[in-house]
């Protein structure tokens, strides 16, 4: 083990899901997550990844063991992960557009033993995958199934277990690389590591207590989930928002009724919105930052996104291995 990891062992010594029963303690009355259907409290959320966590041991899984994960953006899914953290369990973190090439050939890959879907829309899918994978022994339903052949996802339930916690220095989870040719490949980040990538992101960042992180793009990518995204805003005690829906007329009005201050966009969707503004009229002063990354940001289009809505504009560049390059909050616009 190199020298430069043993440090991140000692700088972080807990993993992740450990993190969050001090995150729970700490801040366990303010609001950790908000989506559609409501939202969470710190100490609640910590609450629910204990039961379902118990629930998922009783399944049977196992620290070590692999299960895919395509859930859209909501509290489910933050749930979900921390609960397979805490098992030590290795999420797969599949995007919800993938259909059965990518999953096939992830299945392959990762011999994942169970595989989560939201609802009937990837009922088909999953049970494709199931008749033909063995390693597959249970399908999870996040949302409403009318399939006997799958498992309610939070009909999971147990008591408050002492797991042993999973060392700093292992897999926590697999990313999917961003790279556009041929199958899906994953990218193993360890506890550790990935600590300090949300950790370090959202100090540059400038998230806090007081922050209020929209979570628009799919949060199965590195960019929304941890730089700083859910994690790193979670880990400061601020607030996330997520959305499964990147429309304008519904995402602006969200912005305004939770005073939301940073939120990460590819350059597409940071066009649509620059134009959206023209007829959309919401409340958005609350916006610090908006981060631009995935793409190239044609400088043109930069400009119009800091004099549109008045905020700072952060460009990223990262990959899911690990490299990430940000402007600073303070560095000048050219």
């Keep these: 083990m190199n020298s430069s990891f043993e440090s991140l062992i000692e700088q972080y010594p807990l993993p992740i899901a450990e993190q969050l029963r001090h995150w729970a303690a700490r801040y366990a009355s303010r609001i950790a997550v908000v989506d559609a259907k409501g939202s969470l409290t710190y100490s609640a959320l910590d609450a629910q990844v204990d039961e379902l966590a118990a629930g998922l041991s009783s399944l049977g ?4 063991e692999h299960v895919i994960v395509q859930l859209p953006n909501d509290n ?3 749930t979900l992960l921390f609960a397979l953290l805490r098992l030590g369990v290795i999420p797969v973190l599949a995007m919800p557009s993938q259909r059965a090439l990518d999953i096939d050939a992830l299945i392959e890959l990762a011999q994942p033993v169970a595989y989560v879907i939201h609802g009937e829309n990837h009922a088909e899918l999953a049970r494709q995958m199931a008749h033909k994978h063995a ?4 399908v999870l339903v996040a949302g409403e199934t009318m399939s006997d052949d799958f498992t309610p996802l939070f009909s999971l339930h147990g008591e408050r277990q002492a797991w042993p916690q999973p060392d700093v220095s292992t897999t926590a989870l697999l990313l999917l690389s961003g790279g556009t040719t041929g199958t899906p490949k994953l990218i193993p980040r360890r506890h550790a590591d990935y ?3 949300f950790s370090a992101s959202a100090e540059l960042c400038g998230i806090s207590q007081q922050s209020v992180y929209l ?3 799919p949060v199965a990518h590195n960019f929304p ?3 700083p995204g859910i994690l790193g805003t979670l880990a400061c005690g601020g607030k996330v928002v997520l959305t499964d829906s990147a429309s304008c007329d519904e995402v602006m009005p969200l912005i305004a009724q939770e005073r939301v201050t940073h939120v990460a966009l590819v350059p597409a969707l940071a066009q649509l919105w620059v134009q959206a503004r ?3 009229d919401s409340d958005l002063s609350s916006l610090r930052v908006i981060q631009a990354g995935g793409a190239r940001l044609d400088p043109t289009l930069a400009e119009q996104v800091i004099a549109t809505f008045d905020c700072t504009l952060q460009q990223v560049f990262g990959m899911a291995e690990g490299l990430l390059c ?3 909050l303070d560095d000048p616009h050219a």
Excluded at 61 to 64: A, E, F, Q, T
């Design 76 to 78: 489910a899914f933050v």
């Design 326 to 328: 940000f402007t600073r």
């Design 135 to 138: 390693c597959l022994r249970h």
């Design 61 to 64: 899984l196992r620290s070590g």
């Design 195 to 197: 600590s300090y990538n």
């Design 278 to 280: 023209e007829w959309e």
């Design 225 to 227: 989930l941890a730089c």
């Design 215 to 217: 979570a628009v793009l």
